[in-house]
């Protein structure tokens, strides 16, 4: 199929490749021209404004916006709108908060122009070489998708999850998900890290990524990680938290789901940037007035 496609970040750009490769007509457009000529030497065509993307698109025309969440995929609505007519449809395939999505959805329905959310997992490499995808949306929509998202998907990695705001609920919960998991992985590393034992950290992670219970791509990950750096030394430990663990945990919330595991993943994340570590502070003054023990104070540079 031809479509338009906006946004040639991290995963945008590979996606926009693996679309090619699997025969379908790419236009693709990002702000920056770097980005635009750098794609455009693969093989991919490119347009310097989002005007005359639509102009060159086929009518009912489809534009797949990957873009961060938030106010960029409201104003790239805003500017889309004026220029598209009825039937055309717009998918987000980054990771918008499910409740914003339904908003879209429902003021993009009021002009009959289609809106279709497609949470997207996988990473860069699945990105160009078979994404997971979760899609929402109406099955009018969905249909005349379902041969891009199906080729550019890992086998069995795309599913048609449920109504308008559920592709991108799920990747949601997905990512929520992931939290745990990278958590529980980054603590049993810890744990061997600090033993007597003088265990190889990279073979643990060879061994567990082949065929252990917890093999997947977050052990090939690590994986990696350690092939280059095998004692992190290079890593600093802060870890940045892009919403979607947050908005898990509100949901559970809100839902009153205990997801306690989730909810400490979240946490840590935020203590990893924590410089002042007051609490630590406060926990020691309370054991040193109780039982008198010892405090850790800083070096003031007197003797």
Not at 61 to 89: F, H, N
Not at 116 to 125: E, M, N
């Amino acid at each position: 199929m031809k479509l338009g496609l906006i946004g040639l970040g991290k995963m945008g750009y590979p996606l926009a490749l693996n679309m090619k490769d699997h025969g379908h007509e790419v236009i693709a457009y990002n702000r920056s021209q770097e980005k635009r000529d750098a794609i455009q030497k693969e093989g991919v065509q490119v347009v310097d404004s989002i005007e005359t993307m639509v102009k060159r698109l086929d009518k009912p025309r489809t534009l797949w916006l990957m873009v961060p969440s938030g106010d960029a995929v409201d104003d790239l609505i805003d500017q889309l709108r004026p220029l598209l007519d009825e039937k055309d449809l717009i998918i987000d395939g980054g990771n918008s908060f499910y409740k914003d999505t339904i908003k879209r959805y429902e003021e993009l329905k009021s002009f009959d122009i289609g809106y279709v959310d497609v949470g997207t997992s996988g990473g860069i490499s699945g990105a160009r070489y078979g994404a997971c995808f979760m899609a929402g949306g109406e099955e009018f929509y969905i249909s005349r998708i379902h041969k891009i998202l199906e080729d550019t998907a890992v086998k069995d990695g795309y599913a048609h999850v449920g109504r308008a705001g559920s592709g991108h609920y799920v990747k949601m919960i997905h990512n929520g998900i992931e939290y745990g998991m990278m958590q529980a992985i980054g603590e049993g590393f810890e744990i061997l890290e600090h033993s007597n034992l003088d265990i190889d950290q990279t073979k643990v992670a060879k061994v567990w990524a082949h065929g252990s219970i917890i093999e997947g791509l977050l052990m090939n990950m690590v994986l990696q990680a350690l092939e280059k750096s095998s004692d992190l030394r290079d890593i600093q430990g802060i870890v940045d938290a892009s919403g979607e663990g947050e908005w898990t945990v509100r949901e559970a919330l809100d839902l009153k789901v205990f997801a306690p595991v989730i909810s400490t993943a979240l946490g840590m994340r935020f203590k990893s940037k924590d410089d002042l570590k007051y609490s630590e502070k406060m926990i020691a003054a309370m054991r040193n007035e109780f039982g008198g023990h010892a405090l850790h104070k800083k070096d003031d540079g007197h003797d």
